[in-house]
Structure formats: structure tokens, C-alpha cells
């Protein structure tokens, strides 16, 4: 079974500031994947990372990085430089294996809102 | 390459009355995902097909929710009939192969 947990209430940023995002996982798999979507208020569900559970470099995409910390169980998004477009749902998940063709378990979310 | 492709896009229904989504996944994505998304909560997966074969449906409430995935792309998720309680997005997404999972804009259904 999996779970994710996050339980950071609304985070506030200030625009080209920095700001990480936290998320716990609890997993019985021995080999998994960790997500992190965005999803603005129109829904729509975008996928920003992934990591590994046996990466050993944590995973890094433009302004985004996966601070993964195996023996915590933690797996926290950091946003480097935040834009006002950045303000939205984000939702950390994890899946089996590498996720591929397994189903993702999410965290219920948090609200980001970047002050200009 | 186009994304993944749902409609209708919102959808009001009176309770009792049936529902169907239809999903197009990403050309070539051989899995298909149907999410449901309650109010304040994260995605939870209902039904995942290969190709055209339901693998994984344990999560499909099976009484009055039915989905098909006909000659493995285009897939259709059923309703019938609508409970106040099925109010939510309803998300689809593909991949192919060891791929990070897409998803499309969703169906936001209200039953009333």
C-alpha cells in the first residue's frame, strides 16, 4: 500500500523567491517512483518531476528540483525564482516501480499563491 | 503531438439520470487511466487499462459504473444512474511504456 501525506496548509511566496513544497511517502514497494503535478484552476493535471526510489542524484527540471531524502521518506519540490503563473494545486504521488503502468497514489494537495 | 483529450468538458446532471466521458488519450499511449477527484482531495484511480483489457478495476464502484476501452485508444467511463455523491472531475491520462503519466483537462460533473 501507499501513501502520500501533505499537510503544509496554503503556501504563500513572493514573486522570483524560493519556495519548497512538502511531501512524506509511506510505500511497500521496494522500487518506486515519486510525481509532483501542478494543477492550475482549470484542472487540468501537469507533470513537472519524477524521481527514482534508487536514483541516486535528486531530479532537477528548469526552475524545479525533487529534494528526495530516502531514510526520511520525504520527497519535497523546491521552485526556484517563482512566477506568478506558479500559483496552483500541487499534488505529490508516488507509483510502483518506476510508476510506469501502475497507478499513482496523491497527497491531497497543496495551494501555492505567489505575491507579485 | 496533441495531448490527452476528454469531453465534455462540464457536465450538470439531475441525480438518477446516466452520464458518459470519453477520453482520447496521447497517439501511441497504450495505457489508460480514469482518476476521480473529489472536491479538496487528490486524484484516485478507478480503472486502468492495457491496450483494451481492464487490468485493474478494483476502485470501479461496479454497480453503476462501467468502462470500455474499444479497439485499445478512445475509452468511455459510464454513470448510470448518477448519485449526489459522484460529483467530482473525473481525469483521464495515458502513458506508453515506462512512461510518466499525462492527463487531460477532465469533466467536471455536478449532480443535482
Known amino acids: 500500500a501507499q501513501k502520500i501525506t501533505q499537510t503544509q496548509p496554503g503556501m504563500f511566496v513572493q514573486e522570483k523567491e524560493a519556495v519548497t513544497l512538502d511531501c512524506t511517502y509511506d510505500t511497500s514497494d521496494p522500487s518506486y517512483g515519486l510525481f509532483w503535478y501542478k494543477q492550475p484552476s482549470s484542472g487540468e493535471m501537469i507533470f513537472l518531476i519524477y524521481?527514482?526510489?534508487?536514483?541516486?542524484q535528486n531530479a532537477t527540471e528548469g526552475r524545479y528540483s525533487l529534494n528526495f531524502q530516502k531514510a526520511r521518506k520525504s520527497a519535497n519540490l523546491v521552485i526556484s525564482a517563482s512566477q506568478l503563473g506558479d500559483s496552483a494545486m500541487y499534488f505529490c504521488a508516488t507509483g510502483r516501480n518506476t510508476g510506469a503502468n501502475s497507478k499513482l497514489t496523491f497527497g491531497k494537495g497543496i495551494t501555492l499563491s505567489v505575491r507579485p | 503531438e496533441a495531448g490527452v483529450v476528454q469531453s465534455p468538458r462540464y457536465k450538470i446532471i439531475e441525480k438518477k439520470q446516466p452520464v458518459a466521458f470519453w477520453c482520447n488519450p496521447i497517439s501511441g499511449h497504450n495505457t489508460l487511466y480514469w482518476y476521480r477527484q473529489n472536491l479538496g482531495q487528490g486524484p484516485e484511480l478507478l480503472i486502468r487499462?492495457?491496450?483494451?483489457?481492464?487490468?485493474?478495476d478494483s476502485q470501479l464502484p461496479k454497480d453503476r459504473f462501467s468502462a470500455e476501452r474499444l479497439k485499445g485508444v478512445d475509452s468511455t467511463l459510464k454513470i448510470q444512474p448518477a448519485e449526489l455523491g459522484d460529483s467530482a472531475v473525473y481525469l483521464c491520462?495515458?502513458?506508453?511504456?515506462?512512461?510518466?503519466?499525462?492527463f487531460g483537462p477532465g469533466t467536471r460533473l455536478l449532480v443535482l
Open positions: 524521481q527514482g526510489s534508487y536514483d541516486q
Open positions: 491520462a495515458s502513458t506508453k511504456g515506462l512512461g510518466i503519466q499525462y
Open positions: 487499462y492495457e491496450n483494451e483489457e481492464a487490468v485493474d
